[in-house]
């Protein structure tokens, strides 16, 4: 799924919504360390009081919210698994039965706390409903369009959320005219912070993809690997800042140590380059770039004794799978930090090329070029000529 197809999706959780149905809601109280079922229940989601609707439905947005590669991750389903979940999930999505459905959300919920404890009581949440999407605007000359066809899929969503517990506090009596300590000793189900979930199927395309699942990470860069494996059964997978990491140890494998501050600022903007252009020819996929992509990047940038032979080997020195491909949108970082003992400085990664690094005096020294005056403090700084 791209971000487009993640919005897309998202918008339509709101109250009477004719292009997302939500046909039934189903909640598990599972205490804490040792996982029981403490409580359990199903209903139509319309039959919810209106005030309650609009929370799940925020939960649900929250579930569908983040970067990709750093909070949403499109997994796909490993092979030969028995007792896997994608079998699960798509039995539930036949199963006209509300019983027979719980059922199969009950497996999952069993599978999720065979392998992980909390702290905290938590709250699995399914819902299932069905999706639709216009196949095109209506037209105003021919009032065709809009609603007369639509795109229609079936989908689970699931969240998984902790429990708070409610601090004392301090009230005010309007009738006994006093001051008094207010305790609930009810636990808060947290919906704003959503622990993990996911999203099946994923949807290219406006069809949907069965092989595939959106998997959300509560915290960003650090989805849970054992969830990913063991509830979910799929393949691993790489973080945005995993996947940064590895691109820069070949950089500095390819590059060296040292590298000349405009050859730093065309790397940059040679993949931003290929970044753009994926987005005005409005490609469905995120460009990625293999260790060919990355030897031209490389070449055209100015980085000297360039070649095949060298830039594979670093490829297959920091990345197991040769075959493996970059996603180009997470490599290029909204702003590099230069951290010296005196200052720091955030700066542009395509404005590198206006940084140097010189000796002067026998001093090392950054310099900054500029197109404006500098002012500090409301004083413009003096202008010296070297």
């Known amino acids: 799924m791209n971000k487009k197809d993640i919005a897309n999706i998202r918008k339509q959780f709101k109250l009477d919504n004719h292009l997302m149905q939500l046909k039934e809601i189903y909640n598990v109280y599972v205490k804490k360390e040792s996982g029981e079922i403490y409580h359990q229940v199903s209903q139509p989601f319309q ?98 369009g809009g609603d007369d066809e639509v795109y229609s899929n079936e989908f689970i969503l699931c969240s998984l959320n902790k429990t708070d517990q409610p601090k004392k506090s301090l009230m005010f009596d309007y009738i006994e005219k006093e001051f008094k300590s207010y305790h609930v000793v009810d636990p808060i189900i947290n919906l704003e912070s959503p622990l993990s979930g996911f999203l099946f199927p994923a949807f290219n395309d406006n069809a949907a993809d069965v092989n595939h699942i959106l998997y959300y ?49 065309n790397v940059y903007e040679e993949i931003d380059r290929v970044v753009q252009e994926s987005v005005e020819n409005e490609e469905s996929d995120a460009p990625t770039l293999d260790f060919r992509d990355i030897e031209r990047i490389l070449t055209v940038s100015g980085v000297e004794n360039v070649n095949t032979a060298k830039v594979e080997h670093a490829f297959k020195s920091v ?60 004083f413009r700084l003096e202008t010296k000529t070297l």
């Open 47 to 144: 039959l919810l009081d209106i005030e309650t609707q609009e929370l799940f439905l925020a939960n649900f947005k929250k579930v569908l919210t983040g970067n990709l590669g750093a909070k949403l991750f499109e997994l796909k389903f490993k092979r030969d698994v028995e007792y896997n979940t994608q079998s699960i999930l798509f039995e539930g999505l036949q199963e006209a039965l509300t019983e027979d459905w719980r059922e199969n959300m009950l497996q999952i919920v069993e599978k999720m706390f065979a392998h992980a404890s909390y702290e905290f009581d938590t709250v699995v949440t399914f819902i299932r409903g069905e999706y639709r999407k216009v196949t095109k605007k209506r037209s105003l000359e021919s009032e065709q």
């Open 217 to 265: 990470s509560g915290k960003a860069n650090q989805p849970d690997y054992a969830f990913i494996e063991e509830v979910l059964n799929c393949e691993d997978i790489m973080t945005a800042q995993e996947n940064k990491d590895s691109f820069d140890l070949i950089l500095k494998e390819v590059m060296g140590d040292e590298v000349d501050t405009k050859v730093f600022a």
């Open 319 to 378: 990345v197991a799978d040769e075959k493996h491909e970059f996603n180009a949108t997470s490599l290029v970082p909204k702003s590099i930090k230069i951290s010296t003992k005196l200052a720091e400085v955030t700066i542009n990664p395509k404005d590198m090329k206006n940084v140097k690094y010189i000796t002067y005096e026998g001093k090392r020294c950054l310099l900054l070029e500029v197109d404006e005056e500098v002012v500090v403090e409301g």
